[in-house]
């Protein structure tokens, strides 16, 4: 798995940007949000239990991490037009508020060594890259666990402190 202090890999992915048709996908690249800290974060399949509710805790907190010059981007090894369809066909993904990203091919998984090879989807991994696509924090969950999006935030936060902060620091806390 590729890890902190590594650079993110280069990618040119399409993603569900929306659930209106017409607007519905962009081609992302690792360039895309220039000067910008980015949140990737991969979950296993569409259409199932646990992703929405990550998809949805991630989106409740978009302005707290747009707020941190931070753009979240999802994405699983679901095609372009399952993550649409799947945007128009649950009520609580409709107004999602970041791009997912279809891995369809499984290069980009593959290259973060996050493919799981049992079960040929993306495991349940969390990327946070600096501005200058160096990874700075990676954490995976089992597939049948969900992960903790303020847990994400709080750590991004230590990250842009630039200083040493101790077990359970939150932002406006004192350093070491």
Same mark, same amino acid.
């Given at each position: 798995?590729?890890?902190?202090?590594?650079?993110?890999?280069?990618?040119?992915?399409?993603?569900?940007? /929306?659930? +209106?048709? #017409?607007?519905?996908?962009?081609?992302?690249? !690792?360039?895309?949000?220039?000067?910008?800290?980015?949140? $990737?974060?991969?979950?296993?399949?569409?259409?199932?239990?646990?992703?929405?509710?990550?998809?949805?805790?991630?989106?409740?907190?978009?302005?707290?991490?747009?707020?941190?010059?931070?753009?979240?981007?999802?994405? /699983?090894? +679901?095609? #372009?037009?399952?993550?649409?369809?799947?945007? !128009?066909?649950?009520?609580?993904?409709?107004?999602?508020? $970041?791009?997912?990203v279809s891995d369809i091919k499984r290069e980009l998984c593959?290259?973060?060594?996050?493919?799981?090879?049992?079960?040929?989807?993306?495991?349940?991994?969390?990327?946070?890259?600096?501005?200058?696509?160096?990874?700075?924090?990676?954490?995976?969950?089992?597939?049948?666990?969900?992960?903790?999006?303020?847990?994400?935030l709080r750590v991004l936060d230590g990250l842009q402190t630039d200083e040493l902060c101790p077990c359970?620091?939150?932002?406006?806390?004192?350093?070491?």
């Open positions: 798995m590729l890890g902190v202090g590594k650079k993110f890999p280069e990618f040119e992915l399409t993603a569900s940007v /929306s659930g +209106d048709q #017409d607007r519905a996908f962009e081609t992302l690249t !690792q360039d895309s949000f220039p000067g910008k800290w980015k949140v $990737f974060f991969f979950w296993p399949k569409d259409f199932t239990f646990v992703c929405p509710t990550e998809i949805v805790g991630f989106g409740k907190l978009n302005d707290e991490f747009a707020d941190r010059d931070a753009q979240l981007i999802g994405g /699983s090894t +679901d095609s #372009d037009f399952v993550h649409l369809a799947w945007r !128009q066909n649950h009520e609580d993904l409709t107004e999602s508020p $970041f791009p997912w593959t290259e973060l060594g996050i493919l799981d090879e049992g079960a040929g989807v993306a495991q349940r991994a969390t990327y946070i890259v600096d501005p200058d696509n160096i990874v700075r924090f990676v954490s995976v969950n089992d597939l049948a666990v969900g992960r903790n999006p303020e847990e994400v359970n620091w939150n932002k406006g806390e004192a350093t070491l």
